[in-house]
Structure formats: C-alpha cells, structure tokens
C-alpha cells in the first residue's frame, strides 16, 4: 500500500535561539535520572553477548521496527549491530534475516546509552535514523542535541550518522556539535535503498532528506 507523509510543520524558520545556551549548560551538569529495570535488565543480556562476540559495536539508536539494522548488519560484516528502541510493538513487526552479527533490544534509549557510556565502551558507528523531531520550538530540549543526553552521546564516540527529513534539525544538530568543538558534514541524499520505513515514506511523499556524518571521537576501534 502507498502511504504518503505529510512535510514537518514548525513554529520555527531558523535554529533554535538558545542552542548554545542548552548545549553549554549541559556540558556543565551530570544527567542523574535513575535507571529503568527493564533497561538495566536488558543492557546486562546485551553486554555479555558484547562480550562473547568481542566485536566492534554499532549502534543503531531508535531502530523502530529493526529493519535499518539488518540492513547496517550487511553493511558492516564484521562488526557487532545493536538497535535499540523502546517499543515492544514497533520491534515484534522486526522480520529476521540469516546474519548473526545483529540483535534488537528493548530498552529505554536515554538508559542505554547511559550504562553503555558507563561500561566504557566506545562506538565504531552510531547511526541515528529519523529521530523525533520534535518541531515545537517549546520542546527544543526533548530533541537529542538538545537534551542532557547529548553529552553521553558524545562519550560514546565513534563516526555518527544522523538522517531527518527536516533540515533545520540537522543544522542545529551540526551547531550543536560545533558548541563542543567538533565538525560535521551535512548533504542532502536521494536514497537508492530506503533503510527504513520512515525513510521510504518520506521519499515516496517527495520530501527532502537530509544527512550529518561527524568524527565523535579519535579512539575508534
């Protein structure tokens, strides 16, 4: 069945104001908010399988329905692919290939990140597919630069890659990265191959899409 979607509405035309003022106070504070059980339960299933295959990590953050990951599992042979999504709903739709190198978790994102940070370990590649935009200008600090989370992501390192359909989204997102002294690169794609389905939906609707790629850190397995 074709589904169109229709194009991000926003009370905003241009970055958001406080950006820099969010980025740096987050810089500053430490995210204390305490753990989800499923999320612990679930990151401690994950980290011994981490350990057994003791490969170079891949996250793939709000993975939805697991569809991206196989994808990034095929992608990237010889690595670990982990996705990550909170929605039982979304990951049962997952349909399984033959690659064992992949597995989908249920966990809270935010925790995830946070005990995999703590674990120490380091990302070879985090790719984050069309997150919640959240196009309110009032709810600028749910979005991922724009949160207390984004420091973690930044101690997760690696090469991030991050694809949305509304580019004043992946403009802050490079203003955020540049608050913390770090560049990125944003193009515009025309995706051959959809990696999801929010992806071949918003392609069918003709929208444009957009992509930032950026070096989060030096130590990179």
Same mark, same amino acid.
């Given at each position: 069945?074709?589904?169109? !979607?229709?194009?991000?509405?926003?009370?905003?035309?241009?970055?958001?104001?406080?950006?820099?003022?969010?980025? &740096?106070?987050?810089?500053?504070?430490?995210?204390?908010?305490?753990?989800?059980?499923? !999320?612990? !339960?679930?990151?401690?299933?994950?980290?011994?399988?981490?350990?057994?295959?003791?490969?170079?990590?891949?996250? =793939?953050?709000?993975?939805?329905?697991?569809?991206?990951?196989?994808? $990034?599992?095929?992608?990237?042979?010889?690595?670990? @692919?982990?996705?990550? =999504?909170? !929605?039982?709903?979304? $990951?049962?739709?997952?349909?399984?290939?033959?690659?064992?190198?992949?597995?989908?978790?249920?966990? =809270?994102?935010?925790?995830?990140?946070? &005990?995999?940070?703590?674990?120490?370990?380091?990302?070879?590649?985090?790719?984050?597919?069309y997150p919640n935009p959240w196009p309110k200008s009032g709810h600028f600090k749910r979005r991922i630069h724009g949160s207390p989370l984004f420091i973690t992501l930044l101690e997760l390192g690696g090469?991030?890659?991050?694809?949305?359909?509304?580019?004043?989204?992946?403009?802050?997102?490079?203003?955020?990265?540049?608050?913390?002294?770090?560049?990125?690169? @944003?193009?515009? @794609?025309?995706?051959?191959?959809?990696?999801? &389905?929010?992806?071949?939906?918003?392609? =069918?609707?003709?929208?444009? &899409?957009?992509? @930032?790629?950026?070096?989060?850190?030096a130590e990179i397995l």
């Amino acid at each position: 069945m074709h589904t169109t !979607s229709r194009e991000i509405k926003s009370n905003q035309s241009f970055a958001h104001p406080k950006l820099s003022a969010f980025v &740096l106070r987050h810089l500053n504070s430490k995210f204390r908010r305490p753990y989800s059980e499923h !999320s612990v !339960s679930a990151f401690k299933h994950v980290a011994q399988r981490v350990l057994e295959e003791n490969k170079p990590l891949i996250f =793939d953050s709000f993975c939805g329905t697991g569809q991206s990951t196989a994808i $990034l599992a095929q992608k990237h042979p010889d690595c670990m @692919i982990i996705g990550i =999504d909170q !929605s039982e709903v979304r $990951l049962s739709k997952h349909r399984p290939n033959t690659r064992n190198n992949y597995l989908l978790v249920r966990a =809270d994102t935010d925790d995830f990140w946070r &005990l995999a940070a703590a674990a120490g370990w380091i990302l070879k590649y985090h790719y984050i597919f069309y997150p919640n935009p959240w196009p309110k200008s009032g709810h600028f600090k749910r979005r991922i630069h724009g949160s207390p989370l984004f420091i973690t992501l930044l101690e997760l390192g690696g090469c991030i890659e991050v694809r949305s359909n509304w580019q004043i989204y992946i403009e802050e997102f490079g203003m955020a990265l540049s608050c913390t002294g770090r560049t990125a690169v @944003i193009t515009r @794609i025309d995706p051959g191959q959809p990696v999801s &389905l929010f992806e071949k939906k918003y392609r =069918d609707s003709n929208q444009h &899409l957009w992509r @930032i790629n950026a070096k989060l850190s030096a130590e990179i397995l």
